[in-house]
Nanobody
Framework: QVHLAESGGGSVQAGGSLKLSCVAS??????MAWYRQAPGQERALVSS???????NYADPVKGRFTISRDNSKNTLYLQMNGLKIEDTGVYYC???????????????WGQGTQVTVSS
C-alpha cells in the first residue's frame, strides 16, 4: 500500500528552523498530516493537508509552521520556523484518514524523525 519515510529532523537552538520531509512510496489521493510525540506524552496532531489544499494547524504551531506537498515528488513537507523548546519530540507522517470507527485514525504511519530544540 503506502509506505512513508520521514527525514529532516535534528538538533537546533531555540529560534532556529528545520524542514521535515515525508516521501510516500507512490502517488496517493489521501489527506496527509504531521503528528508529534513529546517525551512522556501522547501523539498529537501538528498539521494536516487535504488533497484540495485545505490545511489545519494545531494552536501551538500556528504562524510558525507551514505544511505543503509536492505531488510530482510524492512528498509532504513541514517547514518549522521560530522553533521552541516545547516543539521537541518525534515527528511522524500520517496518511489516509480512516473514518470507519470513532475516533478517526490513519491507515499509514512513518517511523518518525527526532526534533530536538535546546536553549
Amino acid at each position: 500500500q503506502v509506505h512513508l519515510a520521514e527525514s529532516g529532523g535534528g538538533s537546533v537552538q531555540a529560534g532556529g528552523s528545520l524542514k521535515l520531509s515525508c516521501v510516500a512510496s507512490g502517488p496517493n489521493l489521501c489527506t496527509m498530516a504531521w503528528y508529534r510525540q513529546a517525551p512522556g506524552q501522547e501523539r498529537a496532531l501538528v498539521s494536516s493537508l487535504a488533497p484540495d489544499g485545505t490545511t489545519n494547524y494545531a494552536d501551538p504551531v500556528k504562524g510558525r509552521f507551514t505544511i505543503s506537498r509536492d505531488n510530482s515528488k510524492n512528498t509532504l513537507y513541514l517547514q518549522m520556523n521560530g522553533l521552541k523548546i516545547e516543539d521537541t519530540g518525534v515527528y511522524y507522517c500520517a496518511a489516509c484518514q480512516n473514518f470507519a470507527r470513532t475516533p478517526m485514525t490513519w491507515n499509514y504511519w512513518g517511523q518518525g524523525t527526532q526534533v530536538t530544540v535546546s536553549s
